[in-house]
């Protein structure tokens, strides 16, 4: 049980990095909702996909970083939908839904909105941080599998995603099935990204038809 007014460890060095964290201070002043955006701004400066792009998902969207930035960046013309399990406040330009974006219907209402394939689907999912790296390698590569098959049924030819991971062992053979349905597929770790974390983003641009 944990005493009343203290914190474990863990928390007190989670909460001293965040308080010393440049992104986070970063992120306060510039008015976004958390670090998480500085990571979608820079993967777009070295791979210029939202701009490119004018139907566009995001899944596992909150607290809602990437959705401003893909808000931000996009043109104005440009359609988006956004799910995730928690509630998210609203943003310009983008259609929010609140559920588990692997079930059929939720599927079917992100694409409705859009009213045509999408050219471009990222994902920051992941899952609660446990303190056991490989349990949480296994279940983030369960999320973004999944992402990736609902992304290899509905994107644009020409399409990109992009999706997070941690590193762990099953990324590479990810990466090679990935390979085999775009042009060009890399593994990208932002500056904004802290250097002890395992998280790393894979980006694959150049959809072609599934093999």
């Given at each position: 049980?944990?005493?009343?007014?203290?914190?474990?460890?863990?928390?007190?060095?989670?909460?001293?990095?965040?308080?010393?964290?440049?992104?986070?201070?970063?992120?306060?002043?510039?008015?976004?909702?958390?670090?998480?955006?500085?990571?979608?701004?820079e993967i777009?400066?070295?791979?210029?996909?939202?701009?490119?792009?004018?139907?566009?998902?995001?899944?596992?969207?909150?607290?809602?970083?990437?959705?401003?930035?893909?808000?931000?960046?996009?043109?104005?013309?440009?359609?988006?939908?956004?799910?995730?399990?928690?509630?998210?406040?609203?943003?310009?330009?983008?259609?929010?839904?609140?559920?588990?974006?692997?079930?059929?219907?939720?599927?079917?209402?992100?694409?409705?909105?859009?009213?045509?394939?999408?050219?471009?689907?990222?994902?920051?999912?992941?899952?609660?941080?446990?303190?056991?790296?490989?349990?949480?390698h296994i279940?983030?590569?369960?999320?973004?599998?999944?992402?990736?098959?609902?992304?290899?049924?509905?994107?644009?030819?020409?399409?990109?995603?992009?999706?997070?991971?941690?590193?762990?062992?099953?990324?590479?053979?990810?990466?090679?099935?990935?390979?085999?349905?775009?042009?060009?597929?890399?593994?990208?770790?932002?500056?904004?990204?802290?250097?002890?974390?395992?998280?790393?983003?894979?980006?694959a641009t150049?959809?072609?038809?599934?093999?």
């Amino acid at each position: 049980m944990r005493i009343k007014g203290k914190r474990s460890l863990s928390s007190r060095r989670w909460l001293d990095r965040q308080l010393q964290d440049p992104y986070v201070k970063r992120a306060q002043r510039e008015g976004y909702r958390c670090r998480a955006a500085f990571k979608l701004m820079e993967i777009d400066d070295k791979f210029r996909l939202i701009k490119n792009a004018k139907y566009m998902i995001d899944l596992g969207a909150a607290p809602g970083g990437w959705c401003q930035v893909l808000s931000q960046r996009s043109s104005a013309d440009a359609k988006i939908s956004a799910i995730d399990l928690l509630q998210l406040e609203a943003f310009d330009k983008i259609q929010l839904f609140r559920g588990d974006f692997k079930e059929e219907d939720n599927q079917r209402a992100l694409l409705n909105y859009l009213g045509q394939k999408p050219d471009l689907i990222v994902s920051d999912m992941a899952p609660p941080t446990i303190g056991h790296a490989k349990t949480e390698h296994i279940q983030i590569m369960e999320l973004v599998e999944n992402a990736y098959v609902f992304t290899a049924n509905v994107l644009q030819i020409n399409g990109s995603f992009v999706a997070k991971i941690f590193q762990g062992g099953r990324e590479k053979s990810f990466l090679e099935l990935l390979q085999k349905n775009f042009r060009e597929v890399c593994f990208f770790k932002p500056k904004s990204s802290r250097n002890l974390s395992a998280e790393i983003y894979i980006v694959a641009t150049g959809f072609k038809k599934c093999n």
